[in-house]
């Protein structure tokens, strides 16, 4: 289960709150799992972002976790951009960081959303599990957060102060 | 590549992928963990008194070929004892293009009068516009759904079932909550010559079981069933709470035109040439059909909107109906189907799946009320690489669905 797991757990609490405290919540989220073996589900998968989601949530308070991540962002945005100087994919790299700069803006909830179906593949089924919503409301929220996500690459510019820091890095 | 989702996911930053964990990590990690007292397994059933897991499914027992064209599955119940595959019903499909609208009933060989699709589903589209009308302060359902796996390294095939209760506030606002409880029922032998196998196996309580696309990942089904996981959510935007091509609240689902033209040109309001869930392309009958059948299947509209969304289906070309259908539960209906490969999209598992499934609602005719969806395999393929065309591959059923003024048991 750890070598299945950690690091798509690890990559779920980067994406939440940065580096910094990942490997922390990491190690937590498998303490926990490892006292409460008996009640681990078949797949293992989503129960442990559950149980990562909730340490994350207990230990590490909301404004931190919004500073984490924007940390977190320049650092993807320096590696991506480092991609440039070194090979001629300039489209490919303006794309992703359009992509990236669009999901710093979203809100939190929306981002986590996008983030468990795009970059951990889960489907609606399980990432509702991971979240502790029915399939119903997930479906919901997932059409709100890619509405948004939609919205906000196609209008890079936005007047939120965060952002207009991280455009600055941009340039 | 326009799907935001498809842009988002290639723009993974790529230390977020499947690298390995160090070794300094690995080993910091696993000592903590294991450092730890592990928790007494909570309340388990004794061992000498676990119930034998029943039968819950048959599969593939209708001859494969006819099962393609006409998707008649069979399914057999969970009334205790399941029925021998010779005596399962297998169901009798009839298609619009088949039948023509002029004639609505022609009888067939053995003597029984086939209704046409579209007479089916009028007929069930009066039955529910005759339903009550009712509202409360909560709307209610309850569902139980069912996935197919094959056992690894074994010959037989489980169904893992799931258990999901929900509620849903009438009222809106930012204070308002959508309130769900899931619990895993464990899983169990699909058909007798299943259990047969497992036992064989010597009846293991954890079943390892085969994950289709993922090299070396090891899935194991409890038998038992697990605990209930409770969660609440507060409404999109305050008041959204079903997805129906785009977000709605339960105002606009009460607002539905109930005329099947005005419906249809609503709900195509929000078509744009794709899938529900991807960006691969579906036409625009098979997305309507799709919407539709969530529509129909556990959303709080009136009777008459229903019987609006059975006469829209009726109008489609391509519908097929397959008549005396058992669901998972043993519940008989009339199950609704439409022709098209890309009809089946959500149902896939992994991208490059080449499996094709197709998705159905079973409702009963009497009241025209959902019972179950399902999606049966037509060609095997991911995750459903090795099952029987015509095989129930997942399927959702109904228990309970209405308005209750009872909310959720804090």
New interface residues.
Partial sequence: MYDECRQRVWAYVVSRAGRQVADEVVSETFAIAWRRLEDVPEPALPWLLGVARNVLRDTVRAEARREAFGAELRAWIAATGDGVRRADVADEVTERLGVLAALAELPEDDREILVLVAWQGLSPRDAARVIGCSQATFRVRLHRARKRLGRAMENPVSPRPRVRNLSEELS | MN???D???????????????DER??A???T???A???????TRRAPGRRTIARPAWGLGLAGAAAAVTAVAVAVTGTGGTAPSPSTARTGQAVSASESPESSPGRTAPDGQVRLSARTVLLAAAHRAAGQPDETGAWWHTVSV?RTLFRAEGADYTVVDRQR?E?W?PSATGPDQR?H?G?Q?LGAQPATPEDEAAWREAGAPA?IPVV?PGKK???????TGP??V?????PL??GD????LG??VSVRDLRALPSEPGALKAWLLRSYKGHGT?SSAPMSRDAWLFTVTTGLIA?MPVTPEVRGAAFRMLAGLASIEVTRDVTDAEGRAGTAVTIDGPEASAMGKAAAGDDGVLRTRLIFDEETGRALATENVVVRPGGAQAGMEPGTVWNSDVTLESGWTDDGPAS
């Fill in positions: 799907d935001p989702i842009r988002l996911r290639a723009a993974r930053p790529a230390h977020l992928g499947d690298t390995p964990v990590t690995r910091a990690e696993l903590r963990a294991m730890q007292p592990r928790q007494e397994r909570r759904s999901t929900s849903t959508q769900s899931s895993s954890e994950v070396g990942a090891k899935l194991s089904l409890p697990g605990e996981q409770k969660g609440q959510a999109p935007d959204k709470v079903f997805w785009r977000n869930e556990d």
